[in-house]
């Protein structure tokens, strides 16, 4: 009786669960809305810029990322910049921060970079974007 309860909430519930994955990220009419207010420049490979309001990453307002060892989580406060390229295999963020130093992390290439613009919602993957420039200040009217 057990194998039988078992077996048929087994079946009952693997459409269910197959079902959760299809969803397949985030719709190009909604974007993730982070707690702090941002505006960014985003400048793309083929170097077309857009303003946003709202920008993140993946909906944080911090940049995470490797080097050597340990890792980094760099809030968008102290960012000025940031310079994508890739090299081999890693992909890398050059930071430039407020104070004028800088900082070199290795990132994750898949993740995306969210906005607002007058027109409507963005999103871009980071490997597509050659920069981000950060507007410390609270949202601005674009």
């Known amino acids: 009786m057990k194998r039988y309860f078992c077996f048929l909430l087994m079946i ?8 959760m994955g299809a969803q397949g990220g985030v719709p190009t009419d909604k974007i993730p809305v982070p707690a702090k207010k941002f505006t960014a420049t985003y400048i793309d490979q083929t170097d077309v810029t857009t303003e946003c309001m709202d920008a993140s990453i993946e909906g944080t307002t911090f940049l995470d990322g490797k080097k050597g060892e340990g890792t980094f989580a760099v809030a968008f406060e102290n960012i000025q910049q940031i310079v994508f390229r890739q090299y081999a295999e890693k992909f890398y963020g050059q930071i430039t921060l407020r104070d004028g130093s800088s900082l070199e992390l290795v990132i994750s290439k898949d993740r995306k970079a969210y906005g607002r613009t007058k027109f409507g919602t963005f999103q871009i993957r980071l490997n597509d974007l050659k920069k981000m420039i950060i507007d410390p200040a609270l949202q601005k009217k674009i």
Do not use: E, R, S
Request: glycine fraction near 24%.
């Open 12 to 19: 009952i519930g693997l459409p269910l669960l197959l079902g």
